[in-house]
């Protein structure tokens, strides 16, 4: 089983979104997380240790992800899948997007 988690902003459209479509993929679990301190569900120390591969949204996350947790890190495979904070939660353009980058790296 591999630990998943999907990392955004504010855990409120894209990184819900992506771990809502993937949540019943075989072999995987998933969560998601945002970056800010205010964000639905924070990211943290704990939940970056749990994670085999860590999906970024943007260029920003993969930095601060690299910068304030890189010990909790030690063998998380860091994927950045360049999507910009465009979408609504479940937007059909993000849900086409997410399933033609995540599965790739699963």
Known sequence: ?????????????????????????????????????????????ELVEWADIIFVMERTHRTKLQSRYRAAMKSARLVCLDIPDDYQFMDPRLVELLKAKVPRYL
């Open 1 to 45: 089983m591999k630990n998943v988690l999907f990392v955004c902003s504010q855990n409120k459209l894209r990184s819900p979104t992506a771990e809502q479509i993937f949540a019943d993929w075989p072999g995987i679990e998933t969560s998601s997380v945002g970056t800010n301190n205010d964000a639905e569900n924070p990211l943290s120390d």
